[in-house]
């Protein structure tokens, strides 16, 4: 029944997939199976535009300030974010990918491609698995 519900909300998933996603997202329940989030992802995060405290116009010139390479990745050529954001991040590259809100899904080794390579654009280099650092926790 989850994996049905998962093809309904995301139709490009294919039915394997949504199997197996739909067997790493829930877990056994009373009365079948429930939904597994992590709790982090139950709540918004801290800037949002419906607070007084963080606006639009802060949240524009926030994203103004950035000056690392930025490459904006969507979905959909004609999403009215993307024009907001262009706006405050004229610096950035704008990589659209065929898909909807979700490109990992969507579109996943599309999406790795554009990362990779704004990666390497960016300067950064793959690391190796035994190169990598631990951050701290």
């Known amino acids: 029944a989850a994996a ?4 309904q909300a ?4 294919s039915p394997e997939r949504s199997l197996d996603i739909a067997e790493r997202l829930t877990q056994p329940c009373e009365n079948g199976v429930c939904w597994r989030w992590d709790a ?6 801290d800037i949002t535009y ?17 000056t690392a390479p930025t490459t ?3 979905g ?5 974010n993307l024009v907001q954001l262009q706006a405050s991040l004229p610096s950035a590259t704008v990589e659209i990918v065929h898909g909807g809100h979700n490109l990992h899904i969507d579109a996943p080794a599309a999406l790795a491609d ?3 390579q704004s990666a390497s654009q960016a ?3 793959p690391q190796k698995e035994n190169e990598r650092k631990s951050l701290p926790v």
């Open 4 to 7: 049905q519900r998962l093809l």
């Open 10 to 13: 995301m139709p490009s998933l």
């Open 40 to 45: 982090a992802l139950l709540t918004r995060s």
């Open 50 to 66: 419906d607070t007084l405290a963080f606006t639009p116009a802060h949240y524009h010139t926030l994203l103004s300030k950035i």
């Open 72 to 74: 904006l990745i969507y």
């Open 76 to 80: 959909q050529a004609d999403n009215p």
């Open 114 to 116: 554009v990362i990779a």
């Open 123 to 125: 300067g950064c280099t």
